[in-house]
């Protein structure tokens, strides 16, 4: 599912559930939240885990 971002101004941001810094997903996003950076590296290590 593919979601279009939403200007700031409009929608405050969600914070990232790790390390609490703005991610770049609406804070009406379900579920857990991950800024960049830890999207990234959350992505890396469930790759590995299998």
Not at 5 to 23: F, H, I, N, R, Y
Not at 32 to 40: F, G, H, L, M, N
């Given at each position: 599912?593919?979601?279009?971002?939403?200007?700031?101004?409009t929608e405050p941001l969600a914070d990232c559930v790790l390390c609490?810094?703005?991610?770049?997903?609406?804070?009406?996003?379900?579920?857990?939240?991950?800024?960049?950076?830890?999207?990234?590296?959350?992505?890396?290590?469930?790759?590995?885990?299998?």
């Amino acid at each position: 599912m593919t979601q279009t971002p939403t200007s700031p101004a409009t929608e405050p941001l969600a914070d990232c559930v790790l390390c609490g810094k703005p991610t770049e997903h609406p804070a009406t996003t379900r579920g857990a939240t991950y800024c960049p950076v830890c999207e990234w590296q959350e992505a890396q290590r469930t790759a590995c885990s299998g």
